[in-house]
């Protein structure tokens, strides 16, 4: 049985790459295929967004690049976190724990009440 | 990287884009060829996956800001070039733009410069003059009423007179005519001008039997005395009696009207306050600070009233009005220059709708070409875009000949300056009215 795939909710594309980035310098092939395995394939990153966000976060300098020989020996970009991206890395993942802690509380007490 | 050195250094960017996306479509396909797939078929998946990698770029693009650049770069050649191939399109919207801009802009300056700039003397909202009042109308002052006035009033920081004359000016040579003003010597201080070459008049000028003295305009002095600064002392004749020059007002200077050359002391004799119904004086007053209009006419009021009783047969029915002197403008002038700039105004506003009439014609002839370009991926925002930029690109051409339009038309408008006003009679179309074309767009 297909493993249900879930749709990425809006915004966190960019806390994702950061954490992602976060582990280590890395390409943006290796952060798609970085995220599918973390989550146990149920996140699939389009590429089609990965690469603007991954320049977006660039132009907004919470990331940094360099190019350098990949483990295929072909040059790659690699990102890296910047002092920046890692506050932003900070508050974005208290942000969001605090609001799926609040969502599921919310769901709970929804679902005692059917109960 | 700013957007700006991105600019500059494109191709290198455009090359590392292609280069980062090219390395992940490959990385893919060796990942499918590893899981045993064929090199196509893995390609093929891969590029399947990968989706359109134009529209990623254009993506990335997006978010560096550089198709903004580019979008505007290319809309104004496109349009450049439709206009080109359209020039009838083009002048017809430019010169409707232009026109009605011009107008206004005209319009603008010359009201501007008459109804609403203050006149060019000190604190001049509180200038105001001041009348004899009767049934029929309203009527110069006598000398001894003006006198009664000002010795009695307590609203006014200073209260002068004066009266017309036109005299032969002669100084060796052939007489001229000039229009000139007799003035009380408290008149330039309440003004607060001074002149810009020798003094003003000093109550000994302006006292009965003084020797008489004379002040120029800036403009007969450069015309009749060649602008010579040796010019004061000397003795000239109006009319025959001999005048002394002891002073030059400033350039900027006009008063009572524009056509005003000369000014004399007008030294009041003790039989000119003899007939209290003999009216000819003109009278300027500055209010005191704090001091309304309707204050200064309810005491003048209670003053007229007391001289009624005292003089019942010169002054019978005789009391005040107090108007600013800003309104010297006359009732037409001011209705003309109002309808001037209405006029004006409806020009605008109706080449505006011929303007937007003229788009919307066109845009419908471009239907077909608006959808051959969404059909190609043009998002809505990006049509838009370049339709505004071609309608700028109209409207800042239109905008920028009305004012040359404008700047040239001011000059010839100058004839509906009233000469009643004491301003300068030039109008110079300012800066302020850029942005008149921004407000019509």
Request: positive net charge; charged residues 25%.
């Amino acid at each position: 049985m297909p493993i249900p795939k879930s749709d990425l909710p809006q915004g966190t594309l960019d806390l994702l790459i950061l954490q992602v980035v976060a582990l280590g310098p890395i390409h943006g092939y290796a952060v798609a295929q970085r995220i599918q395995q973390i989550s146990r394939d149920v996140l699939h990153v389009q590429q089609g967004s990965l690469y603007p966000a991954l320049h977006r976060l660039e132009d907004r300098g919470l990331l940094a690049a360099t190019w350098k020989a990949s483990e295929t020996g072909r040059d790659a970009k690699y990102y890296r976190l910047t002092p920046k991206g890692r506050t932003q890395l900070k508050e974005e993942t208290a942000n969001w724990t605090r609001l799926s802690e609040a969502i599921r509380l919310i769901l709970r007490t929804a679902e005692g009440g059917a109960l | 990287m700013k957007w700006w050195r991105r600019l500059g250094d494109r191709a290198s960017v455009e090359r590392e884009l292609d280069n980062e996306l090219r390395f992940h479509v490959d990385a893919l396909v060796a990942d499918y060829v590893a899981r045993g797939m064929s090199e196509t078929e893995a390609r093929r998946k891969a590029r399947l996956e990968f989706g359109g990698l134009d529209q990623v770029k254009e993506e990335c693009r997006d978010v560096k800001g550089l198709n903004v650049i580019d979008a505007v770069q290319q809309d104004v050649h496109y349009a450049c070039r439709t206009f080109v191939r359209n020039p009838a399109f083009a002048v017809v919207a430019t010169l409707t733009v232009a026109l009605g801009i011009g107008a206004t802009t005209a319009a603008f300056s010359i009201t501007d410069r008459v109804l609403i700039r203050p006149l060019p003397f000190a604190d001049p909202a509180r200038l105001v003059k001041l009348w004899q009042k009767r049934p029929e109308g309203e009527d110069l002052l006598s000398p001894a009423n003006f006198r009664d006035w000002k010795r009695s009033s307590r609203s006014f920081e200073s209260m002068a007179a004066y009266q017309r004359l036109s005299a032969n000016l002669t100084q060796g040579g052939d007489p001229t005519r000039v229009e000139g003003v007799s003035v009380t010597a408290d008149l330039f201080p309440a003004l607060g001008v001074t002149p810009s070459l020798g003094r003003a008049f000093s109550p000994e000028d302006d006292r009965e039997g003084a020797a008489a003295t004379l002040i120029l305009s800036y403009g007969l002095w450069q015309a009749q005395f060649g602008a010579d600064v040796g010019v004061l002392g000397r003795r000239v004749l109006l009319d025959d009696q001999p005048y002394v020059v002891i002073g030059v007002m400033p350039r900027s200077f006009s008063f009572p009207t524009r056509d005003a050359e000369i000014w004399t002391a007008i030294r009041l004799a003790e039989r000119d306050f003899r007939n209290r119904a003999d009216t000819h004086l003109e009278c300027v007053a500055r209010l005191r600070a704090g001091i309304s209009v309707s204050q200064a006419r309810t005491e003048l009021q209670t003053i007229t009233a007391r001289l009624e009783r005292e003089y019942p047969r010169e002054n019978a029915g005789v009391g005040a009005a107090v108007t600013f002197f800003r309104d010297e403008v006359s009732g037409r002038a001011r209705s003309t220059l109002l309808a001037l700039f209405g006029a004006a105004g409806c020009v605008l506003l109706i080449g505006c709708s011929n303007l937007a009439n003229l788009l919307l014609a066109r845009s419908l002839a471009r239907r077909s070409e608006l959808s051959v370009r969404s059909a190609l991926g043009a998002g809505r925002a990006r049509l838009v875009q370049q339709l505004l930029t071609e309608t700028m690109l109209l409207v800042f051409g239109g905008g920028a000949l009305g004012i040359l339009l404008a700047t040239g038309a001011a000059p010839r408008l100058v004839r509906l300056i009233p000469q009643t006003l004491p301003i300068e009679a030039s109008v110079a179309v300012d800066m302020r009215v850029w942005c008149s074309p921004s407000v019509s767009h």
